[in-house]
């Protein structure tokens, strides 16, 4: 189970070398390192059996496509709760493990519009 993931994107690349020319020390390269496998953690969607996502607004155009960028890389997931998302439409999503999906208080209006 992923502890803290991340839906927002972070800073872009440009932002992220801008910060890292400010930052001339080694021990900052060090610690960016550090961060990259933090994050990598953080993100380790494909090995994720469970999910919980409720109440972060992943229907708000800012977030939809980071959104399907993590839906695609959730292979194993098995429990997906996606409650009170805004979520419209996820039917081009494909969730081949799923066995639990709690999609309560969101914007459906068909069973069609639901993962495979």
Same mark, same amino acid.
């Given at each position: 189970?992923?502890? !803290?993931?991340?839906?927002?994107?972070?800073? @872009?690349? *440009? *932002?992220?070398?801008?910060? $890292? *020319?400010? !930052?001339?020390?080694?021990?900052?390269?060090?610690?960016?390192?550090? #961060?990259?496998?933090?994050?990598? &953690?953080?993100?380790?969607?494909?090995? !994720?059996?469970?999910?919980?996502?409720?109440?972060?607004?992943?229907?708000?155009?800012?977030?939809?496509? #980071?959104?399907?960028?993590?839906?695609?890389?959730?292979?194993?997931? *098995?429990?997906?709760?996606?409650?009170?998302? @805004?979520?419209?439409? &996820? @039917?081009?999503?494909?969730?081949?493990? !799923?066995?639990?999906?709690?999609?309560?208080? #969101?914007?459906?209006?068909?069973?069609? $519009? &639901?993962?495979?």
């Amino acid at each position: 189970q992923l502890r !803290c993931p991340r839906v927002r994107e972070g800073p @872009s690349t *440009e *932002e992220l070398l801008f910060r $890292q *020319e400010e !930052c001339t020390r080694p021990a900052g390269k060090r610690v960016l390192e550090k #961060n990259k496998w933090e994050t990598w &953690l953080q993100e380790n969607w494909e090995d !994720c059996t469970n999910l919980n996502l409720s109440f972060q607004d992943l229907g708000d155009p800012y977030q939809v496509a #980071n959104f399907n960028r993590i839906l695609r890389r959730l292979i194993r997931v *098995e429990t997906l709760w996606l409650v009170d998302n @805004s979520l419209v439409d &996820l @039917s081009a999503t494909k969730l081949p493990r !799923c066995r639990v999906l709690n999609m309560n208080k #969101n914007h459906l209006t068909s069973f069609k $519009q &639901l993962p495979k």
